[in-house]
């Protein structure tokens, strides 16, 4: 089985708007549910795990339900940073589901994956055990104490979703929790601060992750030339 475990736990800060990015509308649409509708059509995702800020479930449940996502099998409360929400999610689906299933984490503002995503993200983890979506980093790269050049050929961009059986996802939360690690930004950065290998599957820079205001704008001419075409 293979299980969607989308992240929706964030503040949104950086955003500087009165509700979560995630739960914002664009065209009339809450952004999670342009994330939500990708993997529900998606053939080859069974289910469907929201990790959702406090307060916020049911507001998720109705327009889940309301938009027609079938896949959705749970809603758990998400945790004080992304790791503690993706560490609720496994645990939430370690109750339930086998630890042989796939669990791909995805954020809910990442609204732009597509099927063709999602599918070599399933096929990368089944041939290699793990598949985070990437690109080639394409600017030059500079960093700045002390200064110097980053070859870019040597950096890639990590995105989502990433993939991974449920019980690698779960015994490596745990590892972390013993281990004092807290802080990583999402499951590829935790697997690389255990020293577990991960393998890389193809994403696309239409795969834009919204996290400040100007990444909506991004948003909304990508959905005009999707609508155009």
Same mark, same amino acid.
């Given at each position: ?55 916020? /479930? ?86 700045? /104490? ?12 990590? /995105? ?70």
């Amino acid at each position: 089985m293979n299980i969607a475990l989308i992240i929706a736990g964030g503040v949104g800060m950086r955003m500087c708007q009165p509700i979560p990015k995630q739960f914002m509308e664009v065209n009339g649409i809450p952004i999670i549910m342009y994330t939500l509708r990708t993997f529900q059509d998606h053939p080859e995702i069974d289910k469907i795990e929201v990790v959702c800020l406090d307060g916020w /479930q049911d507001w998720v449940k109705k327009h889940a339900e309301e938009g027609g996502i079938t896949k959705l099998c749970g809603i758990c409360k998400g945790g004080d940073t992304g790791q503690a929400s993706t560490r609720n999610g496994v645990i939430s689906l370690m109750e339930r589901y086998s630890p042989d299933d796939m669990v791909l984490v995805h954020s809910a503002n990442r609204p732009m994956v597509t099927a063709e995503i999602i599918s070599d993200c399933i096929s990368t983890c089944k041939k290699f055990g793990s598949a985070i979506t990437a690109i080639p980093c394409i600017d030059a790269m500079v960093y700045d /104490q002390p200064m110097h050049v980053i070859p870019r050929e040597r950096l890639i961009r990590t /995105q989502a979703p990433q993939a991974f059986p449920l019980s690698e996802l779960a015994s490596a939360h745990e590892e972390a929790l013993q281990r004092g690690i807290t802080g990583s930004v999402d499951s590829c950065t935790l697997m690389i601060e255990l020293g577990r290998n991960v393998a890389f599957s193809k994403g696309s820079e239409k795969n834009i992750k919204i996290t400040i205001s100007d990444d909506v704008d991004i948003f909304k001419a990508l959905l005009a030339i999707e609508s155009s075409s």
